[in-house]
C-alpha cells in the first residue's frame, strides 16, 4: 500500500525557517517525482514545487510565489523528500501536502499525505 | 504562465441529479488535465488524469472530456459521497495551477 506521511509542520515566526518531510512508503521511491502542494486556510490548492526522480537528474521547479525560498530534495536510500523552507512568511501558512507524481507520463498526483499544518505567526 | 478557470465556483444540487463542471486554461494544454475531488479536513484524491482516463478504483459516473483549452467532468448520478470540492489542474508545463475550486453542495 502506497503511503506519504508528512512531518515536521509547526508554529514558526516570520523570517524563520522550517524544515518539511515526507517518508514515503509502498513503492519503490527513487522511480518517482515526488511534489509538495499547499493549502491556505479556507482557501484553493495551490503547487509548490517538485523535485525530479534521479533518472531525469533530479532536478526541481517551483512556484513563483515560493522560488529563492522554498528548496525541495530527497534522500532515495531513505524514501524522503523535504520541503526546506526559508525566510517564512505569514502567507506561507498553510497546510501542505505531499503528493507522489504519476509516471505513466501525464503528471497528475496519484497519491496523497495527509498533511501537515505550518503556522507563520509573532 | 497558464492559468486555470472552473466554473461554477459553487453548485447545489440533489441525490440523483447529473452535474458537469467545467474548468478551462488561458492555452492548449492538450489533454494534460486532473480532476481531483477533496473532502473536509481530507487530502485531495485523484478522480480523472489525460482529461479523460479514470483513476482506479473511482466510480464510472465520474467522467472526464475535452482537449485544448476546454474539459468538463461529470457526475452522472450524484451520490450523497459525491458532495465536496473540486479542482481541476494542469500539468501540460510548470507551474502547474489549480482552478479555484468548485463546491458542491446538497440543495
Known amino acids: 500500500e502506497v503511503q506519504l506521511v508528512e512531518s515536521g509542520g509547526g508554529l514558526v515566526q516570520p523570517g524563520r525557517s522550517l524544515r518539511l518531510s515526507c517518508t514515503a512508503s509502498g513503492f519503490t521511491f527513487g522511480d518517482y517525482a515526488m511534489s509538495w502542494v499547499r493549502q491556505a486556510p479556507g482557501k484553493g490548492l495551490e503547487w509548490v514545487g517538485f523535485i525530479r526522480s534521479k533518472a531525469y537528474g533530479g532536478t526541481t521547479e517551483y512556484a513563483a510565489s515560493v522560488k529563492g525560498r522554498f528548496t525541495i530534495s530527497r534522500d532515495d536510500s531513505k524514501s524522503i523528500a523535504y520541503l526546506q523552507m526559508n525566510s517564512l512568511k505569514t502567507e506561507d501558512t498553510a497546510v501542505y501536502y505531499c503528493?507522489?507524481?504519476?509516471?505513466?507520463?501525464?503528471?497528475?498526483?496519484?497519491?496523497w499525505g495527509q498533511g501537515t499544518l505550518v503556522t507563520v505567526s509573532s | 504562465d497558464i492559468q486555470m478557470t472552473q466554473s461554477p465556483s459553487s453548485l447545489s444540487a440533489s441525490v440523483g441529479d447529473r452535474v458537469t463542471i467545467t474548468c478551462r486554461a488561458s492555452?492548449?494544454?492538450?489533454?494534460?488535465l486532473n480532476w481531483y475531488q477533496q473532502k473536509p479536513g481530507k487530502a485531495p484524491k485523484l478522480l480523472i488524469y489525460?482529461?479523460?482516463s479514470l483513476q482506479s478504483g473511482v466510480p464510472s459516473r465520474f467522467s472526464g472530456s475535452g482537449s485544448g483549452t476546454d474539459f468538463t467532468l461529470t457526475i452522472s448520478s450524484l451520490q450523497p459521497e459525491d458532495f465536496a470540492t473540486y479542482y481541476c489542474q494542469q500539468s501540460y508545463s510548470t507551474p502547474y495551477p489549480f482552478g479555484q475550486g468548485t463546491r458542491l453542495e446538497i440543495k
Open positions: 489525460a482529461a479523460s
Open positions: 492555452q492548449s494544454i492538450s489533454s494534460y
Open positions: 503528493t507522489r507524481e504519476e509516471n505513466s507520463g501525464w503528471y497528475s498526483f496519484d497519491y
